[in-house]
């Protein structure tokens, strides 16, 4: 649970009324969603991991305090979270960890400034009640023949390993390089799958490869070298906000060298518009009434709300305010504050107890 104690520091706000109320009832609302998404039919003694590309964390004007707030709760919805597009200053990566409490500990890459990297680092952020580190930790660098440019992946391959209860795993996090030649793309993530499969033949543990992999559709060859990889890959819905694209991916190593078959419990991606900032999205008829704290906005109303909010920051950060602030609600000013991507997640089997002790029962 993440800690909420800012939000008593929040009002009076001479350009924001009402601060902490109007994110507090978001927070309600979107814990509830979390519970009802994730957390709810959680299996005891799992493990949660997820991915999430948070756009440009930070790099540009910097974002409200409440998106800090609601990336916080749903980064606690798992145990560990691969995050992409983190920027040079570290300072964000600090306030999230701080409103996500001592028990949470986070690594980060250094910034990739040769070309294709785009200034970004990657990043590893873990609930230490959950997982813990087994103090490996590095980059994966391909053998020249694995590309036809006989070059290095754009963005370095970042792995850790880690352990919850019985399983041991390694996490492989990238962000694909984007653009027009999907055969690189395709490239990149052969290179990745074929060192990690190669290792999970020879160590006990699990590797999961996870992140921005840009895929645009399940016809392409990016996403043909993925499922032709020989690691599994749970099918998850788009992860753009147009619904369209399958950028964000998680596929891991069924078996291997390690004893036991990685099982997997359930999987999903998070839409957190209906929660905060919108545009709102169909809701699932089949779910429950809202309970009566869950209070959520027309996106007529998040737009009143947050237009003159976003033009006295503009301002105070020397920026003209959006002249269209409609038109580029969606597109910018939403994207910037949380993300254009949603967050992705695994539910893993980790307890093996109940296996192990009938290893010493005679056979029936």
């Known amino acids: 649970m993440p800690f909420y104690h800012d939000l008593k520091n929040y009002d009076p706000d001479p350009i924001y009324p009402n601060k902490a109320e109007w994110i507090a009832r978001r927070l309600l609302t979107l814990r509830y969603d979390l519970a009802q998404s994730i957390s709810k039919a959680r299996r005891p003694n799992s493990l949660i991991i997820g991915s999430w590309n948070i756009r440009a964390f930070d790099g540009g004007m910097p974002r409200l305090d409440e998106s800090y707030h609601y990336i916080a709760e749903i980064?606690?919805?798992?145990?560990?979270?691969?995050?992409q597009e983190l920027r040079?200053?570290?300072?964000?990566?600090?306030?999230l960890m701080s409103l996500l409490g001592p028990n949470w500990d986070y690594f980060v890459t250094d910034v990739g400034n040769h070309e294709g990297a785009n200034h970004e680092?990657?990043?590893f952020v873990f609930n230490k009640d959950k997982v813990f580190f087994r103090n490996v930790i590095g980059e994966i660098v391909i053998p020249s023949s694995a590309m036809t440019d006989g070059g290095q992946i754009a963005r370095t391959p970042f792995f850790a390993a880690f352990q919850s209860n019985w399983f041991r795993f390694t996490l492989c996090s990238n962000h694909i390089i984007y653009g027009d030649d999907l055969r690189k793309r395709g490239e990149e993530i052969s290179a990745i799958t074929?060192?990690?499969l190669k290792r999970a033949k020879k160590e006990d543990q699990v590797f999961v490869f996870l992140g921005d992999m840009n895929i645009e559709s399940r016809d392409d060859q990016v996403w043909q070298a993925l499922v032709d990889s020989g690691m599994q890959v749970p099918r998850f819905e788009a992860t753009n906000m147009k619904g369209d694209k399958f950028y964000d991916q998680i596929a891991y190593t069924e078996k291997?060298?390690?004893?036991?078959?990685?099982?997997?419990?359930?999987?999903?991606?998070?839409?957190?518009?209906?929660?905060v900032f919108g545009p709102a999205q169909e809701g699932d008829p089949t779910a429950p009434d809202d309970p009566p704290f869950v209070s959520r906005?027309?996106?007529?109303?998040?737009?009143?709300?947050?237009?003159?909010?976003?033009?006295a920051m503009r301002t105070a950060y020397g920026k003209d305010p959006y002249t269209d602030f409609d038109a580029q609600y969606a597109t910018n000013f939403m994207t910037y504050e949380m993300s254009d991507h949603l967050p992705i997640w695994v539910e893993l089997e980790v307890d093996y107890s109940d296996e192990y002790l009938a290893r010493f029962l005679p056979e029936a």
């Open 256 to 275: 291997g060298a390690s004893t036991r078959k990685t099982r997997l419990l359930r999987h999903g991606v998070f839409d957190w518009r209906n929660s």
């Open 121 to 123: 680092r990657m990043g």
């Open 194 to 196: 074929s060192a990690l």
């Open 75 to 83: 980064v606690s919805a798992f145990d560990i979270c691969a995050i």
């Open 88 to 95: 040079n200053d570290l300072g964000p990566v600090k306030r």
């Open 297 to 311: 906005k027309t996106d007529i109303e998040q737009r009143q709300h947050y237009e003159p909010i976003n033009a």
